[in-house]
Nanobody, 117 residues
């Protein structure tokens, strides 16, 4: 059974940092494009960062230059390093996996990130 398990969320002060991790139990992990999405209360889920199967990256304008996505294929892990956090970054963050060669898509359960003083 495919699972994506996020960890690393929590409460942090504005300007602080957090690193989210996503552990994936997926066969052929390296061919999946991996993404981090977030959903704030009352808002739609939005893409935060994406790393493709060939490790190209893309970021939402709101997080560019503050967040960094990376992956370790051998360990089937994806990370989101979040620096200079702002209250508007408060949301549930979800890990997403999309196969680069099929229609398979998987989601994690999410981890809460709260930025508040």
């Amino acid at each position: 059974q495919v699972q994506l398990v996020e960890s690393g969320g929590g409460l942090v002060h504005p300007g602080g940092s957090l690193r989210l991790s996503c552990a994936a139990s997926i066969n052929f992990f390296s061919i999946y494009n991996m993404g981090w999405y977030r959903q704030a209360p009352g808002k739609q889920r939005e893409l935060v960062a994406l790393i493709t199967s060939d490790s190209s990256t893309n970021y939402a304008a709101a997080v560019k230059d503050r967040f960094t996505i990376s992956r370790e294929n051998a360990k089937k892990l994806v990370y989101l390093q979040m620096n200079s956090l702002k209250p508007e970054d408060t949301a549930v963050y979800y890990c997403n996996a999309k196969s680069a060669v099929s229609d398979l898509v998987y989601w994690g359960q999410g981890t809460q990130v709260t930025v508040s003083s």
